[in-house]
């Protein structure tokens, strides 16, 4: 595990006048300026209730926001490996511009539900037979001040083997 993180500056709200009523409306002025960098490689997680932990588990983080403005901060977690028994998830995901929340991620994933559904629901087993893969690659924004849009593709593919 290795962290490397620089932080300055202030969280500061301010209000503005907003529409043709010129409502007051709260906003966020400033965040810090920050830098940071995180990866984990082969780390480990288990909960005592469960017979197998999740192994394997590592990414790379990458966070920064040079200027102290919303618009310019951004995150990403890059090569996102989580394998516990013969399930995975891989991939990344990144944000940027967090005054419209723009999202771009491709995430590939492999779940066998059926061990666990017997274990953890005890009946109807058979909707989880098998092999269940998810492929979720997406680029879409949300516009905060106003209605959410997308401006790429989605696609989310799930299917049984």
Not at 6 to 31: F, N, P
Not at 86 to 113: E, H, M, P, R
């Amino acid at each position: 595990w290795n962290l490397d993180a620089k932080i300055d500056g202030t969280y500061a709200r301010a209000t503005r006048k907003v529409g043709l009523q010129k409502r007051e409306e709260e906003y966020i002025a400033s965040i810090p300026t920050f830098d940071i960098k995180n990866t984990l490689t082969e780390g480990h997680f288990k909960l005592a209730d469960l017979p197998k932990g999740l192994d394997k588990i590592a990414y790379r983080l990458e966070a920064k926001d040079p200027d102290g403005k919303m618009k310019s901060a951004s995150i990403s977690i890059h090569d996102i490996s989580v394998q516990a028994l013969n399930n995975y998830i891989k991939g990344y995901v990144s944000i940027t511009d967090f005054n419209k929340i723009a999202v771009q991620s491709d995430l590939k994933a492999l779940f066998n539900l059926q061990p666990q559904c017997k274990r953890l629901c005890r009946s109807q087993t058979e909707y989880f037979s098998g092999n269940q893969y998810l492929h979720c690659d997406e680029k879409w924004v949300y516009q905060i001040q106003g209605v959410p849009y997308s401006n790429g593709k989605h696609t989310c593919r799930s299917f049984c083997e």
